[in-house]
């Protein structure tokens, strides 16, 4: 089995405030103002920090109107001009998976600052002015600002739904990662994963054609910040398996 770079990578002290900032976290595409000058060093230090092999996270500034598109129903981004691209080095073994982890990490820590944010896959790449390696893409963007939104409710599956078997028979720790999975952002709301448990072992699984790299790497994130302290392994599966946690804790 194939050592999952995540593993022990962030600190107790960085995944409780990730997992803090999970419930607090939604997609903001209307902004007051952009991150004040503490916020900006505060987050260009976590774009550093946070990054798995193969990606990097660059902090820009673009009028949005030029970056962004008009998307029906959710509409374009305004009010804003901060963002930051996460970067993938396609050369590097599952760099796409490390930048979703890598994103959702910083995404986090940007909304433990206070700050708004959404991820955003479909951009005008030609628009972006960061200088990319021939064999760097870059993934996503998000925008970084105050919100001048109203926190509204999150639509997502019923735990049952994302679950291989009853989550309600699960151990305690098992249920939890579910449930901090189910919370996870992905693109149009797909919710694209399945989770599937077995004898110390949480899998997740892709659950769809829709499921990118970036969709699966957040979604590892979350369900290994469910665990909280709980001490952990993670390993890289194959196929559609993504990837396994395992845990000697049966509580
Ligand atoms: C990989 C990814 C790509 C996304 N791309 C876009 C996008 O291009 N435009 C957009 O407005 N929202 C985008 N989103 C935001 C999702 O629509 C949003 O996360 C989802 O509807 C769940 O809502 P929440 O983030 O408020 O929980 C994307 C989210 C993810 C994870």
Redesign the pocket.
């Known amino acids: 089995m194939e050592h999952c770079a995540l593993d022990g990578f962030y600190s107790p002290a960085q995944r409780s405030r990730f997992w803090d900032a999970v419930n607090k976290?939604?997609?903001?595409?209307s902004y007051r103002n952009g991150p004040d000058v503490a916020q900006l060093s505060a987050l260009n230090f976590a774009a550093v920090r946070l990054c798995l092999p193969g990606v990097r996270i660059e902090m820009g500034e673009m009028d949005p109107e030029l970056l962004?598109?008009h998307?029906p129903i959710?509409?374009?981004?305004s009010g804003t001009d901060r963002f930051a691209a996460i970067i993938a080095d396609e050369s590097v073994p599952r760099a796409a998976l490390h930048a979703?982890i890598s994103?959702?990490a910083f995404i986090l820590e940007a909304t433990s600052l206070g700050l708004g944010t959404?991820?955003?896959?479909?951009?005008r790449r030609k628009e972006l002015m960061l200088p990319l390696k021939e064999q760097e893409k870059a993934?996503?963007i998000t925008p970084i600002g105050i919100s001048n939104e109203v926190n509204?409710g999150?639509?997502?599956k019923k735990l049952t739904e994302i679950c291989v078997g009853d989550p309600a028979a699960w151990p305690l720790w098992a249920y939890h990662a579910a449930e901090c999975v189910r919370?996870?952002?992905?693109?149009?709301?797909m919710?694209p994963w399945k989770l599937s448990y077995a004898g110390h072992t949480l899998m997740l699984l892709k659950g769809g054609m829709s499921a990118?790299p970036?969709?699966m790497g957040?979604a590892l994130l979350h369900m290994s910040l469910g665990l909280g302290e709980t001490p952990h392994q993670i390993h890289w599966g194959e196929g559609k398996e993504i990837a396994s946690l395992i845990t000697e804790d049966e509580a």
């Open positions: 976290r939604r997609s903001v595409r962004f598109r998307l959710v509409g374009g981004i979703g994103g959702e959404c991820w955003v896959a479909s951009f993934l996503a509204a999150r639509k997502r919370q996870a952002p992905s693109a149009v709301n919710q990118s970036l969709d957040i």
